[in-house]
């Protein structure tokens, strides 16, 4: 049992410096303003590279939910409607809860896969396997 002890004595001192107490799982605000009758969002594909989500798939969510149509201009989305920040992050926040959080443990290392025509919401931190509702 003593060699055991002196073992895990190693284990936790070669373990790295837990750096970020914190949330390691932050959702930016979305940064944006309005043109008119148009509302453009600066930040969408970097929200949507944070998310580990392809920003055209984000992008078509976002504009079913809002029942609106758009596209991106270079860098930026533009929405063919006045849309309030609140309401744009509300829906950013229920994407993240359908696409991009596991539902068994709860962590954001997720990826989409598509099989046949079925799209599967796969975690890699705990394994499990969900179909998703498709876009």
Known sequence: MDSYE???DKAIKELPEQTNLGD???LDKIIGHLEGSKTVIVNLKKIAKD???EPDHLLKYLLRELASSGKFVREQAVFAAKLAA???NKKIKKYVSEFVLC???GKPDT???GEKSITYLKCQACGSKKPVKTI
């Open 111 to 113: 990826t989409l896969i």
């Open 6 to 8: 002196k073992l895990l």
């Open 86 to 88: 609140s309401v744009i």
């Open 51 to 53: 998310l580990g989500r």
């Open 24 to 26: 390691r799982f932050n």
């Open 103 to 105: 539902s068994e443990c």
